[in-house]
């Protein structure tokens, strides 16, 4: 009940309405009478019941998105607000029904909050000191988060606080882009609570539920912004949205430059008329009715793989039978078991009755038992240890069988209810209904046709937000996309195992709702590191990404949905993620028809890492590849090579082939190819081993692995891993016991002979490593190559040439040739000697010289020397052949510079005596 006193005076019950209004003379008051006349006074005069003043708040206007503060806001009868902006010493008149105001929280007084302000000034700090890029980034974080307003509507008021705020769950869901059973449990986690969160392990259609997720936004009328720091995940959304023509309704913002590009393409507002759409409540009969099979169609793959599973260790088993009981007797036939009617459960408790029995004597009580348990009367078949271990070989292959029967009635069964309910069709119809009455819904919205700027679109934020719904943009840049204070209805982050929760909470900072996608058993993120210890671990920014976080922070409070329906990989490469990480969760939906997906590539023993690169491996790959196993993929898919370091990369792309994608684990998360190579890289010198925990990560693994959709090969050195027993011994031993037949595991043939120079080396060499001589140098990789040159100088076609070793270079090149420069001179008058020096024997004249170079030539200051080595013989006229210690072919090496010198020495001698 509003009362009005004017003066001193109860007006209330003589006016029938009240109104306040700005004019030249300052706020006054005007009441209104029942015969239509009124009068004003200065509201200072007057006094309305209730009055309610509220100081340091937020105010947002009806349907508007922006929340401004303000200074102080008198609110008067519920009905009318005097608002005063600090900035601005004019009062504001605003009636109520158009603006809602919002009290402040404490949040950017917490020490959470205050916590993440000190981790970003550290990085500024930190950055300042390292890149003039990095600290601007840090600097446009930090400036950022101090913006963000203490808005208690806000999800990183909640986050920061820990407690989710509850939602009514969202009825009549529509699925435009397809749907299985975790999506459905995942899209209705959205709108159930503030917070939900999606775990998506590879291929397990992240995408098609984020698009659905936007689709029921778009439903709502409301806004998102779909935010992650890895392009290829955002991109995967927009080019789906846009085969569905509805790319018109994202903003693609983000940075200047992609904020530029967008404005300079808009898309344009599409101009056809969609035909009329089902009733909304028809597609909800078909969602419910279709979700009566979409658990039956997870069981169909779930058997399928066990029977897949079953049928390989029945393989062995009759493998193994075929190579150790050839001469043992076989007394219990596998039919006969039939006559016992004995379940799988029966077969293994007679299984392991017999052996309990061990050496003893049939007692009756063993009868008894025997007939009670098992109906088996007759026990001539196990009166002595062969007859019982014959009888448990038996019992063990009629193990398989009947479990395979019965694995495969239960999937007849579970495809008969599929096809008798038209599964395909219903699901088909579901996912077009939904796309037809969502297209039918956003063809009745007048959306303006206003053209908006980059400069200026900010002003027009709401109206911008009308046209666009959708914004893309990266975390680091979210709130510098919108206008100060905007809070869209939710923000989805994708990849958020591999955000940072700097500068991850700014979009909590912009979002009522949040919905954060990710897999935290993926690569996290690489935190940056400023030693500031956090008021609660929850919030670690060391330790945790963003996901992780949320999780931690978050817990059994809000919806947790792992997606398990697998699409991507082949299902022998998925399955060793899914037994590995996964623990058997996920749900293989591809099919197994016998392809080879599985390749190990072992490289010869020997230390064959130098400075992160590993040129053994990839020859002993190309070995493979040059034999014609590369790929029954090759004509048209696409190849990806992946290494945990980027100079074994750098490295690749002069060896593999151009149609190899290269690159680290890490840059290749998010994407996938046909066909993935994983090079380890490390050997086992003792130097190594501090790497081996990074390369052996389970995390990055995973990665690995999950990028192949039809072929995994892992390239890797001998026995490296084993001692670890780590996720890359695990991938070892998985890739051997699945890969179809031996001739997927190569033990490579690619030697070097450098390879003596380790203490195991291949027997290949033992004729090379006899006849080597200690006379020849002190170092053996020379040793080596003296006995190389040795055996070939003495072909006929080579008698013309001998050679000498550890001859001065100034020897060899005059220092008074002209074209020297001062530092090669200067070189010269050092010790410096070539390994080895090709002469001719008549005439003793150079003609080529050989170096051969260790692990120190990857050292910057030997890469010097050897440069203007190069340069001096490069100048003198001087071939230079380098082999160096890692590489493989050395024989074949030599012999080609060989036959190259010698051939153009003969075709000179042909030109002179023309």
């Known amino acids: ?143 950022q988060l101090k913006a963000l307003p203490s808005n208690p509507e806000m999800v990183l008021n909640s986050y920061c606080t820990g407690f989710s705020q509850p939602r009514e769950p969202q009825e009549n869901l529509i699925f435009p882009f397809g749907i299985n059973e ?221 479990a395979l029967q019965e694995k495969e009635a239960e999937l007849a069964s579970c495809q008969d209810t599929l096809r008798k309910g038209d599964f395909d069709a219903l699901l088909a119809g579901v996912t077009t209904s939904s796309m037809a009455y969502l297209k039918d819904q956003l063809q009745q919205r007048k959306r303006s046709e206003e053209v908006f700027t980059s400069e200026g679109y900010r002003d027009r934020i709401d109206a911008f937000l009308k046209r666009y719904p959708i914004i893309g943009s990266s975390t680091h840049s979210i709130i510098n996309s919108l206008k100060s204070g905007t809070v869209l209805d939710y923000a989805i982050i994708d990849e958020a195992s591999q955000q940072d929760i700097i500068p991850g909470i700014l979009a909590l900072g912009c979002a009522r709702n949040l919905v954060i996608v990710g897999d ?40 947790v949905t792992l997606l398990k329906e697998h699409y991507r990989c082949h299902p022998r490469i998925i399955q060793f993620c899914n037994q590995q990480f996964y623990d058997n969760e996920l749900i293989p939906m591809t099919r197994d028809a016998g392809e080879d997906a599985l390749r190990l590539i072992v490289t010869a023993k020997g230390n064959h890492t130098r400075l992160y690169k590993n040129q053994r491996e990839l020859d002993s790959l190309l070995h493979v590849l040059d034999r014609g196993e590369s790929s029954q993929w090759d004509e048209t898919s696409k190849r990806g090579f992946i290494a945990p370091y980027n100079a074994q990369v750098a490295l690749s792309h002069s060896h593999l082939p151009a149609s190899f994608v290269k690159d680290t684990t890490h840059k290749f998360q998010g994407r996938e190819c046909d066909e993935i190579v994983f090079s380890t890289v490390l050997d086992k010198k003792a130097s190594n081993q501090k790497n081996l925990k990074f390369v052996d990560d389970p995390h990055l693994i995973n990665v690995a692995v999950s990028r192949a959709k039809n072929r995994f090969t892992l390239v890797t050195g001998d026995d490296v891993f084993s001692a670890a027993n780590g996720p890359v011994s695990a991938l070892i031993r998985y890739i051997e016991y699945y890969a179809n037949e031996t001739a997927q595991v190569h033990r490579s043939p690619v030697v070097s002979a450098f390879d003596l120079l380790y203490a195991e080396y291949d027997q290949s060499l033992e004729k090379l490593r006899s006849a080597l001589r200690a006379s020849d140098s002190q170092f053996r990789s020379e040793q080596i190559v003296a006995q190389i040159l040795r055996e070939r100088l003495s072909l006929f076609s080579n008698q013309a040439v001998t050679f000498h070793t550890q001859i001065a270079l100034n020897q060899l090149v005059s220092p008074g040739n002209e074209a020297l420069t001062a530092r090669e001179r200067g070189f010269m008058k050092g010790r410096s000697c070539c390994d080895f020096v090709l002469y001719f024997k008549v005439g003793k004249k150079p003609m080529a010289i050989i170096e051969v170079d260790g692990g120190d030539h990857e050292k910057p200051q030997q890469k010097q020397w050897d440069a203007l080595k190069n340069s001096i013989l490069h100048k003198g006229g001087l071939p230079l052949l380098r082999l160096k210690t890692v590489e493989s072919h050395i024989e074949e090496k030599v012999e080609k510079f060989l036959v190259t010198l010698l051939g153009t020495t003969r075709l000179k001698t042909k030109d002179v005596s023309e």
């Open 520 to 559: 935290g058993k993926q690569l996290p993120p690489i935190f940056a590191k400023v030693g500031k210890a956090a008021p609660d671990e929850r919030y670690d920014c060391e330790k945790h990404s963003l996901l992780d976080s949320c999780l931690s922070v978050f817990g059994d409070a809000v919806p």
């Open 182 to 402: 975790s999506q459905l449990e995942a899209v209705a986690g959205a709108f159930s609570s503030q917070v939900s969160i999606i775990k998506g392990p590879p291929g397990t259609g992240k995408t098609q539920t984020i698009l659905n997720i936007l689709a029921n936004i778009l439903l709502r009328n409301e806004t998102v912004a779909l935010l992650s720091n890895n392009n290829t995940a955002v991109e995967n959304v927009y080019e789906k949205l846009g085969k569905e023509g509805l790319e018109f309704l994202v903003a693609k913002l983000g940075n200047s430059e992609n904020r530029k590009n967008f404005f300079a393409n808009t898309p344009a507002i599409p101009t056809a008329k969609f035909p009329p759409a089902p009733l909304l409540q028809d597609i909800e009969g078909d969602v419910d009715h279709l979700k009566q099979f979409l658990h039956a169609r997870n069981e169909v793959a779930k058997l399928q793989a066990e029977v897949d599973e079953l049928n390989i260790e029945r393989k062995y088993l009759l493998k193994w039978r075929q190579e150790n009981l050839e001469a043992a007797p076989n007394l219990l036939k596998t039919d006969s078991l039939e006559k016992y009617r004995l379940s799988k459960q029966k077969i293994t408790d007679l299984m392991a009755y017999l052996t309990m029995l061990d050496g003893k004597p049939i007692s009756l009580r063993n009868r008894i038992e025997l007939w009670l348990n098992f109906r088996i009367f007759r026990t001539k078949p196990f009166s002595t240890s062969d007859k019982r271990d014959a009888t448990i070989h038996t019992l063990q292959l009629g193990y398989y069988d009947k």
């Open 1 to 143: 009940m509003v009362s009005i006193h004017v003066n001193g005076q109860d007006k209330t019950k003589q006016i029938n309405d009240w109104k306040i209004r700005d004019s030249r003379q300052g706020l006054e008051l005007t009441c209104f009478f029942p015969s239509g006349k009124s009068y004003t006074r200065p509201l200072s005069e007057c006094e309305i019941t209730p009055t309610e003043v509220v100081e340091d708040a937020l105010l947002v206007k009806k349907n508007g998105s922006v929340f401004g503060h303000v200074d102080k806001v008198v609110v008067y009868g519920n009905k009318q607000a005097v608002v005063q902006y600090a900035e601005n010493a004019k009062p504001y008149v605003m009636n109520m029904d158009n603006i809602r105001l919002v009290r402040k929280t404490k949040l950017k007084d917490g020490e959470v909050f205050r916590y993440f302000i000190s981790v970003a000034e550290g990085r500024l700090e930190k950055a300042r000191d390292n890149s003039i890029k990095g600290a601007a980034i840090a600097d446009n974080v930090l400036r």
